[in-house]
């Protein structure tokens, strides 16, 4: 699998990256079996990046990642997770709902602090059973998570101190990279005018469908070298199911607009004889600022559907017709 360098940094990932929010019981609970399945199939088709955080299943899916990666040679594969949040042991009955089934037993506390950060990352390495993280993610700073008021609080302690300790990690090489994990575009802008950061894991906003990172953001990830990690390919799943009824956008129902822009871009692909699905997975490859497709699934079956459809490869003209109907342009 072809392998794309992050950052400026001497770390390369592959092209295609497994995330592990699925794997943690988001939406619906998984047997470690199955999770531990859907690991082995992306390490079998070649993907050696994979990619986790303490809030998928309050660590379930860190110490899934970390129990089938012990098995692998460790120069062999990249390690992303982030930080952000502190997990704290609760009783059951006061197991917070944030989309997760049968999470650990832990609520989850904002902290961008330094010490927030380390406490993450030590956390982290428990879990995990490792005893080196590649990349390390602020996890869903900015107004979209948080609202404005809230968020300017935790800028404040990412920017006065936060930042401090993802430094001092990188300098004493307990971590290769670091950037940021999250939804929208204007705090990556906010960001990278106050530090130089290696990447961004975008989820969402760099698609075939939602271009919302094409005029500001990936000008400025192209002139600092700083690179993304593209999840979100599918905006939610409308770009794979299509304008079905019932298709979800950005984490809700699509809207009439969203459903018929997805059903134009169904009608291309058609006249052009490929696959919606499959254009959406490839689209941000084309870009050179992109580093990998973040892609992520309980299933096995899933999976192996998902990473056919990167073969054969779309030429780049290939996605023009697209363009036109495309929102945040």
């Known amino acids: 699998m072809d392998r794309r360098r992050i950052g400026r940094t001497a770390l390369e990932v592959t092209a295609i990256s497994l995330g592990g929010a699925a ?15 859907v690991m082995e199939t992306g390490w079998d088709a070649g993907i050696r990046y994979f990619d986790t955080a303490p809030f998928y299943g ?3 899916s860190e ?24 997990l704290s042991a609760v009783p059951e009955d006061q197991i917070p709902d944030h989309g997760y089934v049968d999470p650990l ?31 390390l993610y602020v996890h869903d700073i900015g107004a979209y998570t948080h609202g404005d008021e809230v968020n300017a609080g935790h800028m404040k302690d990412l920017l006065g ?10 300098r004493s090489g307990a971590i290769s990279a670091y950037g940021l994990g999250v939804n929208e575009v204007p705090v990556c802008l906010d960001v990278m005018r106050e530090a ?23 000008p400025l990830c192209r002139q600092t070298g700083t690179t993304l990690v593209v999840g979100g390919v599918f905006n939610s799943g409308i770009l794979a199911t299509g304008a079905v009824p019932g298709a979800n956008f950005d984490y809700g129902p699509a809207s009439p607009d969203i459903l018929d822009r997805v059903a134009r871009m169904g009608e291309i692909a058609a006249e052009a ?25 309980a299933k096995r079956s899933s999976l192996e559907r998902n990473l056919a459809l990167f073969e054969p490869r779309l030429p780049a003209d290939a996605f023009a017709a697209f363009d036109s109907v495309a929102i945040n342009r």
């Open 196 to 218: 130089e950061i290696d990447c961004i894991l975008l989820a969402g906003r760099y698609t075939l469908l939602d271009r919302a990172a094409e005029r500001d953001l990936l």
């Open 23 to 37: 794997l943690g019981g988001l939406y619906r609970a998984v047997e470690r079996e199955a999770a531990m399945a």
């Open 63 to 86: 110490r899934r990642m970390g129990d089938f990666l012990r098995s692998q040679r460790r120069a062999d594969y990249v390690l992303s997770t982030k930080v952000g949040r502190i």
């Open 161 to 170: 101190s936060g930042l401090r300790a993802l430094e001092e990690l990188k």
């Open 273 to 297: 004889k490929i696959d919606l699905a499959a254009a959406a997975l490839q689209f941000p490859l084309h870009e050179p600022a992109v580093s990998t497709v973040l892609i992520g699934t």
């Open 105 to 135: 037993p832990f609520r989850v506390d904002y902290d961008y602090s330094y010490d927030g950060i380390m406490r993450s990352f030590e956390f982290s390495l428990a879990r995990l059973g490792l005893n080196r993280i590649d990349i």
């Open 58 to 60: 309050f660590g379930l």
